[in-house]
Structure formats: C-alpha cells, structure tokens
C-alpha cells in the first residue's frame, strides 16, 4: 500500500446522504447569494441614478455598496475557482463535503451582511 492509498482509507468517508445535504445546502447559498446580488445591483443602480440628478446625495453609502458588490464578486469568483480545482499549484481534487459546507457559510455570512446593507437602504428610503 502506497502513501496516497494510506492516506485515503485513513480518512472519514461522508455518506451520500451526507453529500447529498451538503450539496443543497450548498446550492440553496448560492441561490440566495445570487438572488441578494441582484437586489444589490438594482439598489446601486437606484443610488447612481439619484446621484447623478443630486450631487449632494449621500454618495459614502453608494461606496460602501459598491465595495459590498466587489467583495461578494471576488468570494464568488473564489469559491468558483477553489472548486474547480483551477487554483495555480493545486492538483484538479473534486470538492469535498467539508469545503462546500464552508463555502456555504460562508456565502450565508455574505447573505446576512447584504440583507442589513438592504435593510438599511430600505429604512432610509421609507423615511
């Protein structure tokens, strides 16, 4: 028996049911990332707008959405390329249950602080 074989059958094998949960919740992240993404992108097209027509607009919030976009895009592109395997210097490795479970908290910390940035947008805009 070689290394790599010790080092396989040394470690937890995930049930399929185990995978199969991991992978929707991995899939149910996504989904909502992807749904709050573009809720985001409608609010800062919304805050461009008014910034354009009122130059005294409050332009720190426009930024700091802005910056939220940027950091979920490059999360995004990241987690994308960590489970393809298409980092530089990493072998191809299909993803494991453990790294999609990380990466879906991941995305569900990303969810929350969009859903209080659009909160707050929605209050002020109530106001």
């Not at 919030?61 to 939220?68: F, G, I, M, P, Q």
């Not at 895009?73 to 453990?98: C, E, I, V």
Request: aromatic share 4%.
């Amino acid at each position: 028996m070689n290394q790599e074989e010790k080092v396989m059958s040394s470690g937890y094998e995930a049930s399929s049911v185990e995978v199969q949960n991991v992978i929707i919740e991995w899939a149910k992240a996504a989904e909502a990332f992807h749904q709050r993404y573009g809720k985001l992108t409608e609010v800062i097209n919304v805050l461009q707008v008014t910034a354009r027509r009122n130059p005294g607009a409050n332009k720190a919030k426009l930024r700091r959405l802005v910056a939220l976009r940027q950091h979920m895009s490059d999360a995004l592109m990241t987690l994308l390329l960590d489970m393809s395997g298409q980092k530089p210097g990493r072998s191809a490795q299909p993803s494991k249950p453990g790294q999609l479970r990380s990466h879906a908290c991941l995305l569900d910390e990303l969810n929350r602080e969009i859903d209080a940035e659009l909160v707050s947008f929605s209050n002020v805009a109530q106001a």
